[in-house]
């Protein structure tokens, strides 16, 4: 976007700039058009074979990813995933990803979107760029809605986790200062 810069890349990552990868015909292969926030790549590899690659960069397969997130929200088509949840990088795509015309969106880089016209869609990053994407308003809107569920159901399970460690560590006593008023409750009943 930026700049026009369409740098030919043999190996990336999805990282925390990353905003899109589009698929891309290149002679008779398809290839991948990768959107970061300053700067635009092409990679000699498919949209889903950066995400593949990317999850296992970040320790677990594209399968276990889609597991994962069937397990967390039922999600079974379409699957939204968690390419890296230490950086709460999240990619959503706009099809089938078995599809070639499959677009991987970055939830966390989407500012606005609006309905163009009936197979259309008008995102705006964060960035303050914006793209015409060939996908009904309807359907984009229903994978950012899918793609929250999975976010607001990994922080769930990760502040499950915190509040049973906090437990094992401190027992019932422990004085949390994070929002759970029944510990404090709890702490001051133990003081005396």
Request: charge should be positive; proline fraction near 6%; hydrophobic fraction near 30%.
């Amino acid at each position: 976007m930026t700049g026009n810069t369409r740098n030919l890349v043999e190996e990336y990552e999805i990282n925390p700039f990353t905003m899109i990868i589009i698929p891309e015909e290149y002679g008779s292969r398809v290839y991948s058009r990768v959107i970061e926030l300053e700067e635009e790549y092409l990679s000699p590899f498919r949209p889903i074979d950066i995400i593949k690659k990317s999850c296992k960069y970040f320790g677990s397969s594209y399968e276990g990813r889609k597991e994962g997130t069937k397990q967390l929200t039922g999600i079974t088509h379409k699957t939204p995933i968690i390419v890296d949840p230490i950086s709460s990088i999240y990619f959503m795509p706009t099809s089938s990803p078995t599809k070639p015309d499959c677009i991987w969106v970055s939830h966390e880089h989407v500012l606005f979107h609006k309905k163009v016209d009936a197979h259309s869609t008008q995102v705006t990053f964060r960035n303050k760029k914006s793209m015409i994407l060939p996908v009904s308003h309807h359907s984009f809107e229903n994978q950012l809605l899918r793609t929250s569920l999975l976010r607001t159901k990994f922080m769930q399970r990760m502040k499950e986790t915190e509040r049973k460690a906090l437990y094992l560590l401190h027992g019932p006593r422990f004085n949390d200062s994070q929002g759970y008023p029944h510990a404090s409750l709890v702490s001051e009943v133990y003081k005396d």
